[in-house]
């Protein structure tokens, strides 16, 4: 049955008249009875009394009425939230990414957009790069923030920042700021870096076996902030993004290594899910990432 026969009876029921329903409509009177005539006919019921007065609402035609009333107060309801959605007064988005990255790369985004929008709520979730891209295929995530490269034909991936990767270590080892070693000679000393699930870490075994070695880490831990404490307190050389560590460089709390083999650059990427429309926030969170609004 066609939703526009019971709008066409609703608003009758409001006015109480035939008349002044088509005038709401903006249609006519006739058109007006015709649609109650069809409703009827279909429900096999009166809904209508006509009076000198206008019209009166049969017991069959009330029950209508009240059902009908609570379902148009929920498409409205829709409607002004999708308007407010559409106006982005409303909604919210939902990223994923590392701590690290939450921490050092995302979250001056998720500042200046909410000062900018200040109704739409950031979620964020934290994993590794496989536990992000899991989570954006399964929808848990509108936005996965992740490490190339990755093997994974269901999302799509747009270069978000280009990040540099550096050995350091504590003042315990200061001397070695004044060497250049190669890979092998820093295997003589111990070796900070994060767990073998990391994209770091896979990095870094890629690195030692383009020179036909194996590093085995003496120490891994789960988080920026432990590895830089380790590298500062001596307990070896640490493979770290050198980003992440400059105020620490600067101030003389770290000191860099060098090594012979170039170390190339990498990169932090925005994924989402190929085929899948993202809601209008999350797509104006995107373009805020994308379009460098830091």
């Known amino acids: 049955m066609r939703l526009d026969l019971y709008h066409v009876f609703f608003i009758t029921a409001q006015e109480k008249s ?29 809904l209508f009394v006509r009076t000198s007065k206008g019209v009166t609402m049969t017991k069959e035609g009330k029950l209508l009425f009240e059902d009908l009333q609570q379902a148009f107060s929920i498409i409205h309801h829709v409607e002004r939230k999708i ?11 939902t990223i994923g990414g590392s701590d690290s990255t939450c921490k050092h790369y995302l979250l001056p985004y998720v ?33 996965g923030i992740v490490h190339p490269p990755i093997r994974q034909n269901q999302v799509q991936l747009t270069e978000f920042l280009t990040i540099h990767s550096t050995f350091v270590v504590g003042k315990k080892y200061k001397e070695l700021s004044n060497q250049i070693l190669s ?12 767990s073998k699930t990391s994209s770091s870490r896979k990095y870094l075994e890629k690195l030692f076996e383009q020179q036909g070695l194996t590093v085995n880490p003496d120490i891994e831990v789960g988080s920026v902030e432990l590895l830089i404490e380790c590298a500062k307190i001596g307990m070896g ?3 770290v993004t050198k980003e992440l560590v400059l105020n620490e460089l600067a101030q003389g709390e770290l000191i860099e290594v060098n090594v012979h083999e170039t170390l190339e650059k990498r990169t ?17 969170f995107l373009k805020h990432l994308t379009n460098g609004n830091i």
């Open 183 to 194: 890979l092998e000679e820093l295997l003589s000393y111990p070796i900070i870096s994060f």
């Open 111 to 143: 500042q200046t957009f909410q000062d900018i929008y200040p109704n739409i709520q950031i979620r964020l979730q934290h994993g590794s790069t496989p536990q992000i891209l899991d989570k954006l295929i399964n929808g848990l995530i509108d936005i």
């Open 237 to 239: 050389i640490a493979f």
């Open 83 to 93: 308007s407010e959605m559409k106006n982005l007064e409303s909604g919210h988005v």
């Open 268 to 284: 932090v990427a925005i994924t989402t899910k190929k085929d899948m429309p993202l809601s209008i926030a999350a797509a104006q």
């Open 18 to 46: 035939f008349s002044k329903a088509a005038e709401k409509l903006f249609i006519t009177q006739p058109s007006v009875s015709h649609a109650i005539k069809q409703l009827e006919d279909k429900m096999e019921v009166q």
